[in-house]
Structures are given as structure tokens and as C-alpha cells.
């Protein structure tokens, strides 16, 4: 309790000094918004020349697209200092953050909120909007609730991978790239219906990191379609858990990193 | 006096990466990487009594920074025990580092865009201080080092010099016990040099605060510690007062003198001269085998002297002898 009202104490000063620089804010936001956007008019032109894919209208993919950039976005807002974490390790700033007498972990959410993402987010929760009203969804209790788990399930899922990019940097500096590509990949990879693609990828997104659980397995039950790829239909309520899962458990490897960090230095 | 820090045998070696020349040799390096082994610490002990001010020297790469890591718990040795006001560093970080502050004179710990007060109000719910205490801290903190017309200044508007001042004060806002200090003076102008030791050397005796101090700066522990730790290649090369150091390493005296006429003929005794510059000499003498007064008589039977000064070596020079002497 003590530690999150901390929390709230370190943010407040990162927003507030990221307002002195309103124009730059709202510039980075806007780029941001835009930049981000382009995805979007990639997805509609897919669908423009192909009309479906797998039974998916170009609505319907809008909701995949909303939930897995708002996660994103959050996630990247509230998990900046993982996100810069290399930085801080090449720095001897960690060193300062073992110093004080508080959590590591919210120390490192602490540096930094980075409120320039509410622009794919924004950007998101317009496409999903634009979906929503096209498909006449959402205006029912359940179906607002799955779509709040699916998101929140997509941020805790790239937080989980933002940490383990951090904790990465124990071990190794210019090796985050990898990261990179399941994160940012992750994103490209989750606008589109999971069933368009082939079987070892579906299950690397499926098992290995739980793409589809908090996303494309939410999306079939607000849209009530049946699964192709045969998911009983449940599995949209509870699989965005497995969001929460993979970020609890990347925070075991980060608490090792850390263990391995304090007896080898750095 | 209680034991401040108690430190027995400990031992830390680092694996270091051997970088290889040429692209050829960094895709080696990719697959068959080759480790150095360097020995940071070997079985240093020494112990610390509360409120002792200590100076902490060795030359650069000697393990100053390694010891300090370990002393602060955020470094695990190999090998051997450690403990500082009764506990083990490692063991609880929370509560250890709780009861130390620690200064380092290139990196601050302040709020770069934060106006200085504000950063101490967060150090202040970071370390969770009593508001009656931190009041108290701060009104004193900030009086001895002259702040309070720098509160309202964000941080990187300020001179190097407010802004050590000012990461004393954070350092001990939460009245921690001991103090460790990484080279406090660097880069600083005399007076602000002066200013950040006179209110060490009160900290220490109004408030008993145990400080430790690594530096280069030479003057900074001539002027605050009576003890001092000397160290090189992670052993322990010397323990205790400067004055001992000065006697036992370098026993040799300078004697400069201004002569009138320009001479070459100086084959008094058997003098060695350490430089000369137009009418000046200096010679050095070892003060166990001939007094003083009893070398200048000699001198003056001879010559006629202008001016005579008496000194002790420069402590740098103390100190690169003994480095050089334990690199052999």
C-alpha cells in the first residue's frame, strides 16, 4: 500500500515535468498518434483488396486492432523505465536505486509515465470504436468487461516482455533487438486474426508468449463468432489472465537477473 | 567506541570479456568468448569504529569502488564476512541502506528537472522520514551549507558546487549513521572544496556520523581524516594515521634554500638534490642521520643563504612511492 502510494508520488512528478514541455507533449503525441495510425490504413487496405480474411471483415479486425494497441500503449507508458532499463544499468543509476530503501520494481515504474502514448492509444480506441459501432457491439455490460481483460491482459503480456528485455541487460547491452521483434511484432502480428496464420507460429503466439489469449481468443467472444481453429468459447473470458501470468512470472527471471547482478557486478 | 564496520577477509573476482581486435575477432568473440579473471579484492579486512572519519585511498582500478559496493550491499564478495552496524550489507538491503548515505561526487541523486526542494521532499517520502525530523534535518542541513536561497533552482541550473552541497544534504536527510563519500571534491573551486570539508569535518563531531572518503585529492584527507586506508590491487596496503604513513614510507625531509650567488659546488656532505631552479636548491635529508639545524649550520659556514625553508615531502609523493613500491 505504502509502495503504491509512492508510486503514485514518483509519477506525478514525471508528468509534471513532462508538462513543462507542453508543445513538445503535445507534438509527440500527435506524430505518435499519426505513426501509429499508419498500421491501421495497412490492415484496410489488406482487407479493401481482399474483402475478408478467414471469415474476418475488415470491423471485425478492428477490434482485434483496438485491444492489442491499447494494451500496447498503456504498457508502454507505465513500463518506460523497463522499457530504458539498459540505459540505467550502463549508467550506474541502478546502483542508485538499490540504494534507496524501497522496491526496486516500483522505483523503476516510478522514473517515468510517458504520457506521449496516449496517442496510439487514442489511435486505438478510435479504430475499435469505429468497429464497435459498425458491428453494433459493446453496449452490453459482458462485453465491455471482456474488452477492459483483453486489454489490460495485452498490457500486462508486453510489460511481462518489457521486463524481460530489461532484465536482458543484466547479462548482455546490444542484445534487445530480439526483444524488439516480439514486441513490436507482437503488435504487427496480433492486428490480423491469428487463424490466417501457420501452425508452429500460432502456437509460438498460443503457448510460448500468450498472444492469442489476450487478444484473439477475447475478440471471438465479444464478437460471438465461433473459433475456426476450434477454442471452446470460454477461453475469451479467462485466457487475458494469462496476461497477468507471464508478467508475474518475467518477474521471476527479473528478480534472478537481479540476484545475478548484485554478485557479478557489472 | 562500537564497531561501525567490520570487514574479515573478503575476496571478489570479476570475469572480464577479452575484447579481440578486428571484425574477424569480434565474431570469434561471438561464439568462443575468453574471460580474464581480475581479482578486485584479496582478503582485505579492516575494521571501523563509529564516528571515525576515514580516508580511503589507492590508486585508480585498486578495489576502492568494489569495497564501497560491497560496504553498501549492493555488491556481493566471493568470499568472507561483513558487517556494518551489525548486519550483514547483502542480507537486508532494505534496512541496511536505511542507516547509510552515500554521496557520489560525478553522479547526483537529485531530480534533474525538479527545483532542489522539491527533490528533497521526495527523498523525504522515499526514506520515509518523519515530517518533524525532516523539518529539523533540513532547517540544519540547509543552514550550515547556506541553501535556502538555492531551494527554488532546478537542478541542472545549478554550479557544481550548490550541487554537491545539495546531495549532502540529500545524502543525510534520513540521519543515516555512516557516510560514504566517492571522491566529494571533484571538479570543485576552492572555496566550495573548503566549504564541503568544514561541514564534513562538523558533521562528524556534532553528529558523531562515521564517514568514509575515497578521493585522489590528497588535501582532502590531509585536512579531515586521521586514519587512512591504503590499498592497491585489492590488498590492504596500509592502515592508520598520515603522520605514520609520511614516517614509515618516506622518512626523507626537504630542505629549500635561496642562495645568493649561483654555486655548483655543493659537495656538503653527502646531500641529494631534488631540483634546483637559479638560486634555489632542494635538497632532501634524512632527519635520523643529521638534524636540521645541524645541516643548515654546515650550509651557512660555506654559503650565504638568502632564505631557508624546512618541509616535509608532498604527500603525493608518499603516495606514489608506496604504489609503486607494492607494484613491484
Not at chain 1, 499508419?38 to 471485425?60: C, N, T
Not at chain 1, 523505465?81 to 523503476?108: H, W
Not at chain 1, 492509444?121 to 470504436?129: D, E, K, R, T, W
Not at chain 2, 579486512?45 to 553498501?72: D, R, V
Amino acid at each position: 500500500m505504502k509502495d503504491l502510494r509512492l508510486y503514485f508520488r514518483l509519477v506525478s512528478v514525471s508528468i509534471k515535468s513532462q508538462m513543462e514541455y507542453r508543445a513538445s507533449f503535445l507534438m509527440t503525441s500527435f506524430g505518435n498518434f499519426l505513426l501509429t495510425g499508419i498500421d491501421f490504413v495497412g490492415v484496410w487496405v489488406l482487407f479493401s483488396r481482399f474483402g475478408k480474411l478467414k471469415d474476418w471483415s475488415l470491423p471485425e479486425a478492428a477490434i482485434l486492432y483496438g485491444i492489442i494497441n491499447m494494451g500496447f500503449a498503456l504498457s508502454e507508458a507505465v513500463f518506460r523505465g523497463f522499457d530504458t532499463f539498459d540505459r540505467m544499468v550502463k549508467s550506474g543509476d541502478f546502483d542508485r536505486v538499490l540504494l534507496r530503501p524501497r522496491n526496486t520494481v516500483i522505483q523503476i515504474l516510478g522514473q517515468e509515465l510517458q504520457m506521449m502514448r496516449i496517442g496510439r492509444f487514442s489511435q486505438g480506441l478510435a479504430v475499435i470504436l469505429w468497429g464497435g459501432l459498425k458491428l453494433k457491439i459493446f453496449f452490453s455490460i459482458p462485453c465491455l468487461a471482456l474488452l477492459l481483460f483483453a486489454i489490460l491482459g495485452s498490457a500486462a503480456l508486453f510489460s511481462g516482455l518489457f521486463v524481460l528485455q530489461a532484465t536482458l541487460s543484466f547479462w548482455t547491452i546490444d542484445s534487445l533487438e530480439i526483444v524488439n521483434t516480439v514486441t513490436y511484432g507482437g503488435v504487427e502480428t496480433a492486428q490480423f486474426p491469428l487463424s490466417i496464420y501457420n501452425r508452429w507460429f500460432r502456437g509460438f503466439f498460443t503457448f510460448v508468449i500468450p498472444l492469442a489469449c489476450i487478444n484473439y481468443f477475447p475478440a471471438h467472444a465479444i464478437l460471438g463468432k465461433k473459433d475456426v481453429l476450434g477454442y471452446p468459447e470460454f477461453f475469451g473470458w479467462v485466457s487475458p489472465f494469462f496476461g497477468f501470468a507471464f508478467l508475474w512470472f518475467c518477474f521471476k527471471i527479473w528478480e534472478f537477473g537481479v540476484r545475478n547482478y548484485k554478485s557479478t557486478g557489472s | 567506541m562500537a564497531i561501525g564496520i567490520e570487514v574479515d577477509g573478503i575476496e571478489k573476482t570479476f570475469f572480464v570479456a577479452e575484447k579481440e581486435t578486428g571484425v574477424l575477432g569480434a565474431i570469434r568473440g561471438l561464439f568462443n568468448r575468453r574471460y580474464r579473471r581480475l581479482k578486485a579484492l584479496d582478503s582485505l579486512s579492516f575494521s571501523i569504529q563509529s564516528g571515525e572519519m576515514i580516508g580511503f585511498i589507492g590508486p585508480n582500478g585498486a578495489g576502492k569502488s568494489t569495497t564501497i559496493k560491497i560496504l553498501s550491499g549492493i555488491l556481493l564478495p566471493d568470499k568472507g564476512k561483513c558487517e556494518v552496524l551489525g548486519i550483514t550489507p547483502w542480507e537486508n538491503r532494505i534496512s541496511h541502506v536505511s542507516r547509510i548515505g552515500v554521496v557520489f561526487g560525478q553522479r547526483t541523486q537529485l531530480w534533474w528537472d525538479l527545483p532542489v526542494i522539491e527533490s528533497f521532499e521526495l527523498l523525504r517520502d522515499i526514506y520515509r522520514v518523519p515530517n518533524e525530523r525532516y523539518r529539523q534535518n533540513l532547517d540544519e542541513l540547509s543552514q550550515m551549507l547556506d541553501l535556502t536561497s538555492i531551494f527554488n533552482i532546478p537542478v541542472r541550473q545549478l554550479s557544481l558546487g550548490q550541487r554537491m552541497r545539495c546531495d549532502l544534504t540529500a545524502a543525510l536527510l534520513h540521519s543515516p549513521s555512516i557516510l560514504f563519500l566517492d571522491e566529494p571534491t571533484i571538479g570543485l573551486d576552492a572555496p566550495s572544496k573548503l566549504a564541503v570539508r568544514g561541514f564534513l569535518s562538523r558533521l562528524n563531531k556534532t553528529l558523531g556520523t562515521t564517514i568514509i572518503i575515497t578521493t585522489h585529492d590528497l588535501d582532502d584527507i590531509e585536512s579531515l581524516c586521521k586514519r587512512v586506508l591504503v590499498i592497491n590491487s585489492g590488498r590492504l596496503l596500509f592502515d592508520g594515521c598520515l603522520e605514520d604513513l609520511r614516517k614509515s614510507f618516506f622518512r626523507e625531509r626537504r630542505l629549500k634554500i635561496d642562495f645568493d650567488e649561483c654555486n655548483s659546488d655543493f659537495h656538503v656532505l653527502d646531500l641529494k638534490i631534488v631540483s634546483r631552479e637559479g638560486n634555489r636548491i632542494i635538497f632532501s635529508f634524512d632527519p635520523e642521520s643529521i638534524s636540521a639545524p645541524v645541516l643548515i649550520q654546515k650550509i651557512a659556514e660555506k654559503h650565504n643563504i638568502r632564505d631557508i625553508f624546512v618541509e616535509n615531502p608532498p604527500i603525493e609523493e608518499v603516495i606514489s612511492r608506496l604504489y609503486h613500491d607494492s607494484n613491484k
